[in-house]
């Protein structure tokens, strides 16, 4: 389909996007995520600013615990990162998982986070990773956990005005580690159902656990009881299927063409069984 006429701006800075910003105007990062709805016009905002080509987005910064990124890096780009496979390889791994090539090179990490799609793959990664999210408007810059940026659906903590600039994963420490797995969808490679783990350990012990689930509701979260429930466990296939059975206790799963509530509640355990035992 053809989308609804719009206005096309072109920022130099993030302080001239935001000056550009009103209630009708959206940000244009790689287009992955916001060209196809305007396609559906499920979305029709007067005016699109580009922020392709501000350089002080373009960034991976690695810093003494953690590495930024910059809200306009490819998910090419991270796939590619020495840094990033060495002290946060999880990143490393969900980027070269998402869509095909096309999707890879031009899509970003603060696109993705934006549009907040419930079955994207970085919400997952980026809650198992405690990121932080930091956000610039017009009165300058705030922080953001990632506990607390997704919403709901297709809803962040993005307020009107403000933009998104950088990604903060804190770095992995020697006696951690994590995972990302999903179903995918067989065209788009969306997730069915993706499960993150980020695991510490003292020696066998499982001394706390982080874990984000995409494409199960209609916002990525944590499931704190199986969290909760691996702390303090030994890391054993006995340990693990004991922990997963109530992964979706208090949550309303979805339930579409691509899998039924029943299917998807199965396939949450079945994923999240499989990225912890990726960590044995």
């Given at each position: 389909?053809?989308?609804?006429?719009?206005?096309y701006k072109k920022a130099a800075s993030?302080?001239?996007?935001?000056?550009?910003?009103d209630g009708d105007a959206k940000i244009l990062g790689g287009g992955h995520s916001l060209i196809p709805t305007l396609?559906?016009?499920?979305?029709?905002?007067?005016?699109?600013?580009d922020i392709s080509k501000i350089e002080s987005l373009q960034h991976i910064r690695d810093n003494d615990n953690s590495i930024s990124i910059g809200a306009g890096v490819t998910h090419a780009q991270i796939a590619e990162d020495?840094?990033?496979?060495?002290?946060c390889p999880m990143m490393g791994q969900a980027a070269k998982e998402i869509g095909d090539i096309q999707v890879r090179n031009r899509g970003t990490l603060g696109g993705s986070i934006a549009h907040a799609d419930p079955a994207a793959d970085w919400p997952a990664v980026l809650l198992a990773a405690n990121a932080q999210v930091t956000i610039q408007n017009s009165n300058g810059t705030r922080t953001v956990d990632i506990d607390q940026f997704f919403k709901g659906f297709f809803e962040t903590a993005l307020e009107e005005g403000e933009i998104i600039t950088t990604i903060t994963v804190p770095k992995t420490m020697a006696n951690q580690n994590s995972a990302y797995v999903k179903f995918k969808q067989p065209a788009s490679r969306f997730a069915i159902v993706g499960c993150a783990v980020a695991l510490a350990m003292n020696g066998s012990t499982i001394e706390s656990a982080?874990?984000?689930?995409t494409?199960?509701?209609?916002?990525?979260?944590?499931?704190?009881n199986v969290e909760k429930a691996l702390i303090g466990e030994d890391l054993n296939e006995a340990s693990i299927d004991k922990s997963v059975q109530d992964v979706t206790d208090?949550?309303?799963v979805m339930s579409d063409h691509y899998a039924s509530?029943?299917?998807?509640?199965?396939?949450?355990?079945?994923?999240?069984?499989?990225?912890?035992?990726?960590?044995m």
């Open positions: 389909m053809i989308p609804f006429s719009f206005e993030v302080k001239e996007a935001i000056s550009m910003l396609k559906l016009r499920l979305d029709s905002p007067a005016c699109l600013i020495k840094s990033l496979a060495t002290h982080r874990i984000g689930l494409g199960v509701a209609d916002v990525t979260y944590r499931p704190d208090g949550v309303s509530e029943s299917y998807r509640k199965h396939l949450a355990q079945v994923f999240v069984k499989r990225a912890l035992k990726k960590l």
